[in-house]
């Protein structure tokens, strides 16, 4: 590929609800701050699907996916100072933002004041359609794109770069570390690496789940402890054991049992997000001072913290590596729960 090639290949869903299907989509040429990247893997994640069905509201058609992407670096502009040709890189859920705001100016970019323009399903800064991972090749500015250390493997590393940053940032904020306690709701693809990353902390990490059908994998992913939620004696067991809770799920919870977990002034944080609203009893956040937050992925900053902590504790995803035509059949067993933990694209197979 070269600045003259416009098309690449991809796979797009035409219209909400249609099945994916091969085609090509349109990539800038190489500006002066851009890289080219050959994508090598593409992480399926739940937000994915989401998207391509309009369950959080009307998207851009036709829809490339996929916000977990690495590769290898095919051409730099020529003012690139931060990578070469060769180089293992990878792209996450935003590729540039206002970079003026208060909140870009601090790191935050993904809570952009303007907005940040997301991999996909979003319009850049001329209007034009984003198109994500599910293509062999995308242009990203060098402001946007992450170094991915040796010491991971470019398949295991795809899905960190919305998996890995999106529970890494809250469990850093909350201080999950050493004598604390944590736990992670639901054991899919953001809930393995919450317990692989808060392990690595140093915390002491609890896995609540809906049943005990993962608990194996669950201690060995470096959980101490294991309860099923669907058993109503775990919230009774565990009341006011947690200083945190980190809630995975994208369907909506009983909150008011959940916050009963906490001890004083903890915090229950979403990552996940449901399509319906939820609610609560606010004395389930008076009574004790806790907290209930929200979290969305983290800055480019703290995504290349989070890539470097990884690499230092050898930690990946663990995925099951599918090819391209395979997609529309990972969706409908991602919303089946079958899948240990995270469906990687071959981007070779596109």
Request: proline fraction near 4%.
């Given at each position: ?5 416009t098309?690449v ?8 609800d249609?099945?994916?299907?091969r085609?090509?989509?349109p ?26 069905r ?10 490339v996916?996929?916000?977990e992407?690495?590769?290898?670096v ?29 909140n870009?100016r ?13 991999t996909?399903?979003?319009l ?8 994500g991972?599910?293509s ?8 946007f794109?992450?170094?991915i250390?040796?010491g991971?493997s ?8 919305c ?12 201080a999950a ?9 639901g054991l899919?693809?953001?809930g ?5 990353i808060?392990?690595a902390l ?5 896995v ?5 059908r ?19 004696a775990t919230?009774e067991q565990?009341?006011?054991?947690f ?11 009983p ?10 002034e ?9 399509e319906?609203p ?22 480019i ?9 990884c690499a230092?504790?050898?930690?990946g995803?663990?995925i099951?590596l599918?090819?391209?035509e ?11 729960s ?12 596109i």
């Open positions: 590929m070269t600045q003259q090639i098309t290949s991809a796979y797009a869903a035409p219209a909400a249609a099945p994916l299907e085609t090509t989509v990539r800038r040429a190489v500006g002066e701050f851009d890289v080219l990247i050959d994508i090598k893997y593409a992480g399926i994640c739940h937000s994915d699907i989401h998207q391509a309009d369950g959080w509201g009307e998207g851009i058609f036709p829809m996916p996929g916000h992407i690495a590769g290898v095919a051409e730099v502009g020529p003012g690139v100072t931060k990578f070469s040709v060769g180089d293992r890189v990878g792209v996450g859920c935003m590729v540039d933002s206002c970079r003026a705001c208060e870009c601090a790191g935050l970019e993904q809570y952009c004041v303007r907005g940040n323009i997301q996909y399903n979003a850049d800064h001329q209007g034009e359609p984003t198109y991972g599910y062999t090749h995308i242009v990203v500015d060098q402001a794109t992450l170094r250390p040796e991971i470019l398949d295991v590393a795809a899905p960190l770069l998996a890995g940053i999106t529970t890494y940032s809250p469990l850093k904020r909350f570390g050493p004598g604390k306690k944590v736990a992670v709701v899919g693809g953001l393995h690496m919450a317990v692989k808060a392990h140093g915390a002491e990490v609890t609540l789940s809906q049943s005990l993962k608990k194996d994998d669950g201690l060995r992913l470096g959980a101490e402890h294991y309860y099923a939620t669907s058993d109503d919230f565990l009341a006011g054991s200083d945190m809770i980190l809630s995975t799920v994208s369907a909506p919870l909150l008011d049992k959940y916050l009963g977990l906490l001890r004083s903890g915090a229950f944080v979403n990552v996940g997000a449901p319906e939820v609610s609560l009893n606010l004395f389930s956040v008076i009574a004790g001072g806790k907290t209930l937050a929200g979290s969305m992925i983290g800055g900053a703290e995504t290349q913290e989070m890539l470097d902590f230092e504790h050898g930690l995803s663990e099951e599918i090819r391209a395979q997609i529309n059949e990972a969706y409908e067993r991602v919303l089946a079958d899948v240990r933990y995270r469906f990687v694209i071959d981007a070779a197979t």
